[in-house]
């Protein structure tokens, strides 16, 4: 399983580009942002090519998401 973290600031910029298989690496990011009014783009890939992904305004809704992709 891999998963890709972005998260971008009010402007749009790209803040933080993250691959990894790790979800505790992918929970520190989320949890160490202090960006204001950020945006979270997230995407989890599965060993068959399936995927999940989403774009999320709040932290509360991209943990929401995140837990319900790493769900068996």
Known sequence: MKMHL???NTNG????DIWTSKKRRILYFI????TPH???FIKVTYSKGFT?????R???D??????????K
């Open 38 to 40: 950020a945006r979270f």
């Open 58 to 60: 709040s932290k509360q």
């Open 6 to 8: 972005k998260i971008f």
């Open 62 to 71: 991209l943990l929401i998401a995140f837990n319900a992709f790493m769900e």
């Open 31 to 34: 949890h160490e942002d202090k």
């Open 52 to 56: 999940n992904s989403g774009e999320y």
């Open 13 to 16: 910029n790209l803040l933080t």
